[in-house]
Protein backbone atom coordinates (compact mmCIF):
# COMPACT_ATOMS: atom_id res chain seq x y z
CA UNK A 1 0.00 0.00 0.00
CA UNK A 2 3.04 2.45 0.88
CA UNK A 3 4.43 1.70 -1.98
CA UNK A 4 1.47 1.83 -4.32
CA UNK A 5 0.81 5.61 -2.78
CA UNK A 6 4.74 6.42 -2.90
CA UNK A 7 4.51 5.83 -6.82
CA UNK A 8 1.26 7.89 -7.40
CA UNK A 9 3.08 10.84 -5.22
CA UNK A 10 5.87 10.23 -7.75
CA UNK A 11 3.53 10.44 -10.77
CA UNK A 12 1.97 13.37 -9.60
CA UNK A 13 5.32 15.26 -9.13
CA UNK A 14 6.91 14.18 -12.16
CA UNK A 15 3.31 15.83 -14.39
CA UNK A 16 3.81 19.02 -11.81
CA UNK A 17 6.99 19.65 -13.23
CA UNK A 18 6.29 18.82 -16.49
CA UNK A 19 3.76 21.16 -16.13
CA UNK A 20 6.14 23.85 -14.72
CA UNK A 21 8.15 22.92 -17.67
CA UNK A 22 5.77 23.59 -20.24
CA UNK A 23 4.57 27.02 -18.42
CA UNK A 24 7.78 28.13 -18.13
CA UNK A 25 8.55 27.66 -21.36
CA UNK A 26 5.50 29.73 -22.65
CA UNK A 27 6.39 32.18 -21.00
CA UNK A 28 9.66 33.32 -21.68
CA UNK A 29 10.21 36.57 -23.89
CA UNK A 30 9.92 36.58 -26.94
CA UNK A 31 8.54 33.36 -27.35
CA UNK A 32 4.16 33.33 -26.07
CA UNK A 33 1.18 35.51 -27.36
CA UNK A 34 1.93 38.78 -25.93
CA UNK A 35 5.66 38.55 -25.14
CA UNK A 36 8.10 41.41 -26.84
CA UNK A 37 10.09 39.58 -29.66
CA UNK A 38 13.08 41.14 -28.93
CA UNK A 39 13.47 41.58 -25.20
CA UNK A 40 15.68 43.68 -23.90
CA UNK A 41 16.12 45.55 -26.72
CA UNK A 42 13.83 49.00 -26.00
CA UNK A 43 15.96 49.39 -23.08
CA UNK A 44 19.22 49.65 -25.15
CA UNK A 45 17.79 51.62 -27.83
CA UNK A 46 20.08 54.76 -26.61
CA UNK A 47 23.11 52.88 -27.05
CA UNK A 48 22.51 52.04 -30.91
CA UNK A 49 25.07 53.98 -32.98
CA UNK A 50 24.65 52.11 -36.43
CA UNK A 51 21.77 50.65 -37.86
CA UNK A 52 22.58 48.54 -41.09
CA UNK A 53 19.61 47.65 -43.73
CA UNK A 54 20.33 45.00 -45.98
CA UNK A 55 17.70 43.92 -48.96
CA UNK A 56 17.68 40.53 -51.31
CA UNK A 57 20.98 39.76 -52.36
CA UNK A 58 22.16 40.84 -49.06
CA UNK A 59 22.79 43.83 -50.78
CA UNK A 60 23.13 47.09 -48.46
CA UNK A 61 20.72 49.81 -48.87
CA UNK A 62 21.22 52.28 -45.99
CA UNK A 63 24.26 52.40 -43.37
CA UNK A 64 22.99 54.85 -40.67
CA UNK A 65 25.38 55.78 -38.59
CA UNK A 66 25.47 58.09 -35.32
CA UNK A 67 28.67 60.34 -35.03
CA UNK A 68 29.39 63.80 -33.87
CA UNK A 69 27.07 65.53 -36.54
CA UNK A 70 24.26 63.15 -35.47
CA UNK A 71 22.60 60.31 -37.72
CA UNK A 72 23.97 59.99 -41.15
CA UNK A 73 23.98 57.57 -44.14
CA UNK A 74 27.12 56.15 -45.37
CA UNK A 75 25.64 55.19 -48.72
CA UNK A 76 25.14 59.17 -49.38
CA UNK A 77 28.12 60.79 -48.50
CA UNK A 78 27.43 60.98 -45.06
CA UNK A 79 24.20 62.75 -45.56
CA UNK A 80 21.67 63.79 -42.60
CA UNK A 81 19.54 60.93 -41.99
CA UNK A 82 15.57 61.02 -41.72
CA UNK A 83 15.61 60.38 -37.42
CA UNK A 84 12.23 61.01 -37.04
CA UNK A 85 12.03 57.72 -39.37
CA UNK A 86 14.85 56.38 -37.56
CA UNK A 87 13.47 56.93 -34.17
CA UNK A 88 10.25 54.95 -34.91
CA UNK A 89 11.35 52.07 -36.66
CA UNK A 90 14.01 51.76 -33.22
CA UNK A 91 11.08 51.91 -31.48
CA UNK A 92 8.42 50.23 -32.99
CA UNK A 93 11.33 47.04 -32.89
CA UNK A 94 11.74 47.34 -29.48
CA UNK A 95 7.91 47.56 -28.79
CA UNK A 96 7.27 44.75 -31.18
CA UNK A 97 4.94 42.46 -29.13
CA UNK A 98 3.26 38.58 -30.55
CA UNK A 99 0.43 37.91 -32.28
CA UNK A 100 1.13 34.30 -32.85
CA UNK A 101 3.88 32.09 -34.22
CA UNK A 102 4.00 31.12 -37.64
CA UNK A 103 6.46 28.78 -39.80
CA UNK A 104 9.22 27.23 -38.84
CA UNK A 105 9.39 25.98 -42.37
CA UNK A 106 12.40 27.48 -44.82
CA UNK A 107 10.56 26.32 -47.46
CA UNK A 108 7.62 28.59 -46.60
CA UNK A 109 9.27 31.94 -45.44
CA UNK A 110 8.96 33.30 -49.11
CA UNK A 111 5.05 33.70 -48.13
CA UNK A 112 5.78 35.83 -45.08
CA UNK A 113 8.92 37.59 -47.08
CA UNK A 114 10.40 36.50 -44.19
CA UNK A 115 13.44 34.10 -46.46
CA UNK A 116 16.98 34.88 -45.54
CA UNK A 117 18.00 38.37 -47.73
CA UNK A 118 21.28 36.28 -48.98
CA UNK A 119 18.90 34.81 -51.45
CA UNK A 120 18.29 37.33 -54.76
CA UNK A 121 14.37 36.47 -53.86
CA UNK A 122 14.08 37.55 -50.94
CA UNK A 123 11.26 39.79 -50.29
CA UNK A 124 12.46 41.45 -46.68
CA UNK A 125 14.98 43.20 -45.20
CA UNK A 126 17.14 42.56 -42.52
CA UNK A 127 18.04 45.23 -40.27
CA UNK A 128 21.13 44.85 -37.86
CA UNK A 129 21.57 47.14 -34.81
CA UNK A 130 24.84 47.53 -33.09
CA UNK A 131 26.17 49.51 -31.21
CA UNK A 132 30.21 49.76 -30.40
CA UNK A 133 30.58 47.08 -32.98
CA UNK A 134 28.70 44.90 -31.41
CA UNK A 135 25.54 43.00 -32.68
CA UNK A 136 22.39 43.69 -30.31
CA UNK A 137 19.89 42.50 -32.64
CA UNK A 138 18.99 41.62 -35.92
CA UNK A 139 15.74 40.94 -37.20
CA UNK A 140 14.05 40.28 -40.85
CA UNK A 141 11.14 42.25 -41.82
CA UNK A 142 8.69 40.42 -44.17
CA UNK A 143 5.24 41.52 -45.35
CA UNK A 144 3.50 44.92 -43.14
CA UNK A 145 0.04 45.82 -42.16
CA UNK A 146 -0.70 41.84 -42.69
CA UNK A 147 -3.21 42.35 -39.73
CA UNK A 148 -3.95 45.53 -39.50
CA UNK A 149 -2.07 48.89 -40.34
CA UNK A 150 -0.01 47.82 -37.19
CA UNK A 151 1.28 44.58 -37.60
CA UNK A 152 3.97 42.68 -39.56
CA UNK A 153 5.92 39.34 -40.03
CA UNK A 154 9.34 39.27 -38.25
CA UNK A 155 12.01 36.53 -38.09
CA UNK A 156 14.66 36.65 -35.80
CA UNK A 157 17.92 36.55 -38.20
CA UNK A 158 19.63 32.54 -37.28
CA UNK A 159 16.18 31.64 -35.69
CA UNK A 160 13.37 29.16 -37.12
CA UNK A 161 10.20 30.53 -36.02
CA UNK A 162 8.78 33.74 -37.86
CA UNK A 163 6.12 35.78 -35.98
CA UNK A 164 3.04 37.42 -36.76
CA UNK A 165 3.75 40.86 -34.90
CA UNK A 166 1.97 44.45 -33.25
CA UNK A 167 4.59 46.42 -34.90
CA UNK A 168 3.96 50.02 -36.77
CA UNK A 169 6.79 49.56 -38.75
CA UNK A 170 7.52 51.77 -42.13
CA UNK A 171 11.09 50.78 -43.75
CA UNK A 172 12.12 51.94 -47.15
CA UNK A 173 13.83 49.87 -49.43
CA UNK A 174 15.79 52.78 -50.74
CA UNK A 175 18.48 54.70 -50.13
CA UNK A 176 16.93 57.82 -50.42
CA UNK A 177 14.07 56.68 -48.17
CA UNK A 178 16.14 57.19 -45.22
CA UNK A 179 17.48 60.39 -46.15
CA UNK A 180 16.22 63.74 -44.32
CA UNK A 181 14.86 65.16 -47.25
CA UNK A 182 13.38 68.40 -46.12
CA UNK A 183 15.77 71.31 -47.89
CA UNK A 184 14.13 74.73 -47.08
CA UNK A 185 10.51 75.29 -45.54
CA UNK A 186 10.61 79.24 -46.24
CA UNK A 187 7.27 80.35 -46.24
CA UNK A 188 5.60 82.34 -49.37
CA UNK A 189 4.29 84.64 -46.95
CA UNK A 190 8.26 86.00 -46.30
CA UNK A 191 8.88 86.33 -49.76
CA UNK A 192 9.16 89.86 -51.58
CA UNK A 193 10.92 88.97 -54.72
CA UNK A 194 12.15 86.26 -56.68
CA UNK A 195 14.10 87.49 -60.27
CA UNK A 196 14.72 84.21 -62.41
CA UNK A 197 17.81 85.00 -64.62
CA UNK A 198 18.60 82.42 -67.62
CA UNK A 199 21.86 81.54 -69.06
CA UNK A 200 20.60 83.49 -72.17
CA UNK A 201 20.02 86.25 -70.03
CA UNK A 202 16.65 86.47 -69.86
CA UNK A 203 14.96 87.19 -66.77
CA UNK A 204 11.81 86.85 -64.66
CA UNK A 205 10.87 88.99 -61.80
CA UNK A 206 7.74 88.54 -59.60
CA UNK A 207 7.42 91.45 -56.92
CA UNK A 208 5.29 91.99 -53.76
CA UNK A 209 5.26 95.73 -52.46
CA UNK A 210 4.41 94.82 -49.02
CA UNK A 211 3.55 91.88 -47.12
CA UNK A 212 -0.01 90.79 -47.16
CA UNK A 213 -0.97 91.19 -50.66
CA UNK A 214 -2.74 88.78 -51.84
CA UNK A 215 -0.73 88.09 -54.98
CA UNK A 216 2.61 88.72 -56.87
CA UNK A 217 2.72 91.04 -59.55
CA UNK A 218 4.64 90.15 -62.81
CA UNK A 219 6.71 92.76 -64.30
CA UNK A 220 7.50 93.35 -68.00
CA UNK A 221 4.30 91.72 -69.17
CA UNK A 222 4.04 92.84 -72.80
CA UNK A 223 1.36 95.06 -74.18
CA UNK A 224 -1.29 93.02 -76.01
CA UNK A 225 -0.39 90.43 -73.51
CA UNK A 226 -2.19 89.37 -70.24
CA UNK A 227 -1.11 86.53 -67.33
CA UNK A 228 -2.58 83.36 -67.87
CA UNK A 229 -4.81 84.01 -64.70
CA UNK A 230 -4.30 85.86 -61.43
CA UNK A 231 -1.88 85.35 -59.37
CA UNK A 232 0.03 83.23 -61.87
CA UNK A 233 3.53 83.29 -60.55
CA UNK A 234 2.16 82.94 -56.19
CA UNK A 235 3.57 79.03 -57.28
CA UNK A 236 6.90 80.35 -57.77
CA UNK A 237 7.07 82.19 -54.83
CA UNK A 238 6.20 78.76 -52.95
CA UNK A 239 8.51 76.75 -53.96
CA UNK A 240 10.82 76.84 -51.28
CA UNK A 241 8.29 76.41 -48.58
CA UNK A 242 8.18 72.82 -49.02
CA UNK A 243 11.85 72.11 -50.94
CA UNK A 244 11.89 68.46 -50.99
CA UNK A 245 15.00 65.82 -52.81
CA UNK A 246 14.62 63.07 -54.55
CA UNK A 247 17.98 62.30 -54.36
CA UNK A 248 21.72 64.32 -53.28
CA UNK A 249 25.43 64.28 -54.08
CA UNK A 250 28.51 65.50 -52.43
CA UNK A 251 29.16 69.16 -53.80
CA UNK A 252 32.96 68.20 -54.21
CA UNK A 253 31.78 65.31 -56.67
CA UNK A 254 29.47 67.34 -59.01
CA UNK A 255 31.13 68.07 -62.60
CA UNK A 256 28.28 69.79 -64.33
CA UNK A 257 30.64 70.49 -67.04
CA UNK A 258 30.20 74.03 -69.58
CA UNK A 259 26.43 73.52 -68.25
CA UNK A 260 25.20 77.09 -66.80
CA UNK A 261 22.83 77.47 -64.21
CA UNK A 262 19.16 79.28 -64.31
CA UNK A 263 19.28 81.35 -61.11
CA UNK A 264 16.48 81.88 -58.94
CA UNK A 265 16.90 84.76 -56.30
CA UNK A 266 14.27 84.86 -53.53
CA UNK A 267 14.55 87.79 -51.07
CA UNK A 268 12.57 88.11 -48.04
CA UNK A 269 10.97 90.92 -46.40
CA UNK A 270 13.28 90.15 -43.26
CA UNK A 271 16.33 90.48 -45.17
CA UNK A 272 17.23 86.79 -46.51
CA UNK A 273 18.52 85.97 -49.53
CA UNK A 274 17.95 82.21 -51.15
CA UNK A 275 19.79 81.80 -54.42
CA UNK A 276 18.90 78.34 -56.27
CA UNK A 277 20.93 77.66 -58.87
CA UNK A 278 19.30 75.01 -61.46
CA UNK A 279 21.36 72.70 -63.85
CA UNK A 280 20.10 70.97 -66.87
CA UNK A 281 22.39 68.47 -67.18
CA UNK A 282 21.87 64.85 -69.37
CA UNK A 283 21.17 62.75 -65.82
CA UNK A 284 18.54 65.06 -64.71
CA UNK A 285 18.04 68.55 -62.83
CA UNK A 286 20.53 69.54 -59.80
CA UNK A 287 20.27 72.27 -57.54
CA UNK A 288 22.31 74.38 -55.59
CA UNK A 289 21.15 76.53 -52.69
CA UNK A 290 22.94 79.20 -51.00
CA UNK A 291 22.19 81.76 -48.55
CA UNK A 292 23.08 85.03 -46.94
CA UNK A 293 21.48 87.88 -44.65
CA UNK A 294 21.04 91.63 -46.51
CA UNK A 295 20.54 94.77 -44.23
CA UNK A 296 19.86 97.04 -46.79
CA UNK A 297 16.91 94.43 -47.78
CA UNK A 298 15.54 93.94 -44.29
CA UNK A 299 15.83 98.02 -44.51
CA UNK A 300 14.09 98.19 -47.78
CA UNK A 301 10.75 96.51 -46.25
CA UNK A 302 10.98 98.04 -43.02
CA UNK A 303 7.11 98.43 -41.96
CA UNK A 304 6.82 102.72 -41.29
CA UNK A 305 5.65 103.29 -38.11
CA UNK A 306 1.62 104.24 -38.19
CA UNK A 307 0.61 107.58 -35.78
CA UNK A 308 -2.39 105.73 -35.57
CA UNK A 309 -3.01 102.15 -35.32
CA UNK A 310 -5.08 101.10 -38.22
CA UNK A 311 -8.14 98.82 -37.52
CA UNK A 312 -8.57 95.03 -39.30
CA UNK A 313 -5.25 93.09 -40.65
CA UNK A 314 -3.48 96.30 -42.41
CA UNK A 315 -0.28 95.59 -44.23
CA UNK A 316 2.14 96.47 -41.53
CA UNK A 317 0.62 94.48 -39.33
CA UNK A 318 1.19 91.52 -41.54
CA UNK A 319 4.40 92.35 -42.56
CA UNK A 320 5.41 92.49 -38.74
CA UNK A 321 4.09 88.68 -38.16
CA UNK A 322 6.04 87.47 -41.09
CA UNK A 323 8.96 89.35 -40.12
CA UNK A 324 11.83 87.93 -38.25
CA UNK A 325 14.58 89.97 -36.41
CA UNK A 326 17.67 90.33 -38.40
CA UNK A 327 19.90 88.81 -36.17
CA UNK A 328 17.71 85.60 -36.42
CA UNK A 329 17.29 86.22 -40.23
CA UNK A 330 21.76 86.20 -39.99
CA UNK A 331 21.48 82.79 -37.80
CA UNK A 332 18.97 81.12 -40.73
CA UNK A 333 21.36 82.15 -42.75
CA UNK A 334 24.64 80.52 -41.69
CA UNK A 335 22.29 77.59 -40.74
CA UNK A 336 21.76 76.84 -44.33
CA UNK A 337 24.51 77.26 -45.48
CA UNK A 338 25.70 74.66 -43.10
CA UNK A 339 23.31 71.93 -43.47
CA UNK A 340 22.91 72.50 -47.51
CA UNK A 341 26.37 74.43 -48.46
CA UNK A 342 28.46 70.61 -49.63
CA UNK A 343 25.41 69.07 -51.17
CA UNK A 344 24.13 69.03 -54.87
CA UNK A 345 20.46 67.98 -54.97
CA UNK A 346 17.98 65.89 -57.49
CA UNK A 347 14.36 67.64 -56.63
CA UNK A 348 10.89 66.71 -58.54
CA UNK A 349 9.88 67.90 -62.02
CA UNK A 350 7.42 70.17 -60.96
CA UNK A 351 10.10 71.99 -58.69
CA UNK A 352 12.28 72.39 -61.28
CA UNK A 353 9.47 73.75 -63.27
CA UNK A 354 8.75 76.74 -61.33
CA UNK A 355 12.65 77.44 -60.50
CA UNK A 356 13.06 78.11 -64.35
CA UNK A 357 10.29 79.08 -65.24
CA UNK A 358 9.87 82.10 -68.00
CA UNK A 359 7.83 84.92 -69.12
CA UNK A 360 6.08 83.46 -71.34
CA UNK A 361 4.96 80.67 -68.91
CA UNK A 362 2.98 82.63 -67.28
CA UNK A 363 0.91 84.83 -70.04
CA UNK A 364 -2.20 83.37 -71.85
CA UNK A 365 -1.67 82.23 -75.11
CA UNK A 366 -0.76 85.33 -78.17
CA UNK A 367 -4.45 85.57 -79.87
CA UNK A 368 -4.81 84.53 -83.14
CA UNK A 369 -4.34 86.94 -85.82
CA UNK A 370 -7.59 88.98 -86.60
CA UNK A 371 -8.86 88.49 -83.17
CA UNK A 372 -9.03 90.20 -79.57
CA UNK A 373 -7.41 89.16 -76.83
CA UNK A 374 -9.95 87.73 -74.33
CA UNK A 375 -10.71 89.99 -71.42
CA UNK A 376 -10.32 88.93 -67.94
Sequence with gaps: MRRRSLLILLAVLAGLVALAIAVSFSQRPGQGAGAVLLPGLKQRLNDVDSVVVHGSGDRVLATLERGQAGWTVREAGGYPADIGRLRRNLLALGEATIIEEKTSNPEFYDRLRVDDVA?????????????????????????????????????RAGEAPSWLVKAALDLPRETSGWLDKSITAIPASRIATVTITHPDGSTLRIDKARAGEADFRVEGVPAGRELAFPGAGNAIAATLADLALDSVEPLAKFAPGTVRPTIARFETFDGLVVEASTWQLPAGARLR????????????????????????????????????????????????????????????????????????????????PGTAAPSR
Excluded: H
Aim: aromatic share 6%.
Design 119 to 155: KDSAGGLRLDLASGGKTIASIIVGSTGVSGADSAYLR
Design 289 to 368: VAARADPALAARYAPAPAATPAPGPAAETIAAAVRKDFAEVQAEAGQLNARLGGWVYGIPSYKVEQLTRRLDDLLAPKAA
